[in-house]
Structure formats: C-alpha cells, structure tokens
C-alpha cells in the first residue's frame, strides 16, 4: 500500500529532466520540491535543470497580477494521458484524442480481398489510428470502413 502511494506521488509530481552523465545527456525523473505545486493551465511556460548550478528553473511569459494563481503548462497532452499521469482532465481539451487499434485476422471472412482493399489504401493491417475532436485521418476512416 506505501509503494503503491509513494509510486503514485513521484508518477504524477516529477520532472523529467537531461542531466548529463559523463560526455552525455540522459533523461531521468526527479522530485523538484515546490515545483509541484504549480496547476496547469494553456500558458507559455517552460522547465530546464540547469546543471552548472544545479537548479531547476521554472519560466513562465504568464502575467499575474497581485493575488492571482501562476500556471505552469503540463504540455499537449490529450485527457486520457492528463487523467493517468496527473489525476485531472481539461474541458474542451483541444489536444484530446484517443487510439484506435484496428486489425484482421488471417481468419476473418474474405481476408485476402480486405488486405488488397487495404494494400490498395496505403494502410497496414495492424494500424493504430488517433480519433481526435475533428474526426478520424482520411486513411484512417478508409482502414475502418
């Protein structure tokens, strides 16, 4: 029960980060103690470690006025990807999408003639496909149908 919510809190509070290791830069996840607290929100913002000082640096291009909250962007993330990683989704997300995985067995009703419709397309077997708020991709409609 303690991994689970010790899991859960750096899962959805941490950063990641390029902290160079030797000649080389390598992406990890680290706590950035009241870094965390800022909500998100559609605002230019940004995150950099700086590693000659070894500090973490937020900057944000929001105007906030005496008393109001400063946002910090969590990134173009669609709700699924908000409500796994940080326990919240966005109304009228515009990024907000979701994947579809559509495929034919070899033993599916007149499989040979689907795989020339399909070769015929441009579209593979096994496609994912992304169904965001305007609709499905062209080819992606064709592979469905």
């Given at each position: 029960?303690?991994?689970?919510?010790?899991?859960?809190?750096?899962?959805?509070?941490?950063?990641?980060?390029?902290?160079?290791?030797?000649?080389?830069?390598?992406?990890?996840?680290?706590?950035?103690?009241?870094?965390?607290?800022?909500?998100?929100?559609?605002?230019?913002?940004?995150?950099?470690?700086?590693?000659?000082?070894?500090?973490?640096?937020?900057?944000?291009?929001?105007?906030a006025?005496?008393?109001?909250?400063?946002?910090?962007?969590y990134?173009?993330?669609?709700?699924?990807?908000?409500?796994?990683?940080?326990?919240?989704?966005?109304?009228?997300?515009?990024?907000?999408?979701?994947?579809?995985?559509?495929?034919?067995?070899?033993?599916?009703?007149?499989?040979?003639?689907?795989?020339?419709?399909?070769?015929?397309?441009?579209?593979s077997?096994?496609?994912?496909?992304?169904?965001?708020?305007?609709?499905?991709?062209?080819?992606?409609?064709?592979?469905?149908?």
């Open positions: 029960k303690q991994f689970t919510w010790g899991f859960a809190t750096v899962f959805s509070r941490a950063f990641d980060i390029d902290v160079p290791r030797g000649a080389s830069l390598r992406r990890e996840r680290v706590m950035a103690p009241l870094a965390d607290l800022f909500n998100h929100g559609n605002v230019s913002s940004s995150y950099t470690f700086a590693a000659d000082s070894a500090q973490f640096q937020l900057v944000t291009h929001q105007v006025r005496t008393g109001e909250e400063v946002l910090l962007n990134d173009s993330k669609s709700n699924a990807d908000f409500l796994f990683q940080y326990g919240f989704v966005v109304p009228d997300n515009p990024s907000d999408e979701i994947g579809l995985v559509a495929g034919i067995g070899s033993d599916a009703p007149q499989y040979q003639e689907k795989m020339a419709v399909l070769a015929e397309l441009g579209v077997r096994d496609g994912a496909h992304r169904l965001a708020r305007e609709g499905l991709p062209h080819p992606s409609l064709n592979a469905i149908r």
